[in-house]
């Protein structure tokens, strides 16, 4: 069974500092590894999605990577504004279901 | 364009009550599943339909039942509500390649917050 973790759970950081999250699974033969967001009392909003045979993604100011042997994948945030404050989930897809972490919570202080 | 939807949004039910959770997507895809988020715990698949006519139990499925009514819709039933399902329960949908495995992400809906007491 596929266990996804996610460090720190929580992180509060001045803004405009950049940052990494982080995200581990313990089954490396997964088919993508996908980045959301959700906004407190929302669903959740995809962010990026890396296929198994891609090593990362980027969109505007994140970017997602995946390194399947070590079975890691982490999200770089460039330059944080007070609107990215939410809680970013990774979700790893095999054995025909996607497994997500619990999140990290994260706050970006003005 | 509605994407999921989801009803009710809120709902308070005593121990022993049954409820059934709405769910529709409007994006024509062939997957969609039911999760459920507790604190600390992420979300916990519940119940899944790979296409229309089929079920899957996921992670969590005791004390659930699920039906696929069409394509669009899938619903998710308690028939005896317990306070361990004191949950928000998520809604989403995918589509995905003949082999099962997804072209792309899943959408989701706004969630159902359920309390019982």
């Known amino acids: 069974k596929q266990e996804v973790t996610q460090i720190p759970a929580a992180l509060s950081v001045p803004e405009g500092e950049n940052l990494v999250l982080n995200c581990s699974f313990t089954?490396?033969?997964?088919?993508?590894l996908q980045w959301f967001r959700q906004d407190p009392g929302k669903g959740l909003t995809s962010l990026l999605l890396?296929?198994?045979?891609?090593r990362e993604q980027t969109s505007g100011r994140l970017n997602a990577s995946l390194d399947k042997s070590s079975g890691r994948s982490t999200l770089y945030i460039a330059a944080s504004q007070p609107g990215d404050s939410a809680t970013y989930l990774c979700?790893?897809?095999?054995?025909?279901?996607?497994?997500f972490g619990s999140g990290t919570k994260l706050n970006v202080k003005p | 364009n509605a994407g999921v939807t989801q009803t009710p949004k809120f709902q308070v039910l005593k121990t022993g009550q049954s409820m059934t959770l709405q769910c529709a997507q409007d994006m024509n895809h062939n997957s969609m599943y039911w999760y459920r988020q507790d604190p600390g715990m992420g979300l916990r698949l519940i119940y899944y339909?790979?296409?229309?006519?089929?079920?899957d139990k996921g992670e969590v499925p005791n004390g659930y039942n699920v039906s696929r009514l069409n394509k669009r819709e899938f619903s998710l039933r308690l028939e005896s509500a317990a306070p361990s399902q004191t949950s928000v329960y998520f809604c989403a949908s995918s589509e995905v390649w003949a082999s099962g495995d997804p072209e792309e992400t899943q959408y989701f809906g706004p969630g159902t917050r359920l309390l019982v007491l």
């Open positions: 339909s790979a296409s229309e006519g089929t079920t």
């Open positions: 979700a790893a897809y095999n054995f025909n279901k996607f497994y």
């Open positions: 089954d490396s033969a997964i088919y993508n």
């Open positions: 890396i296929q198994s045979s891609q």
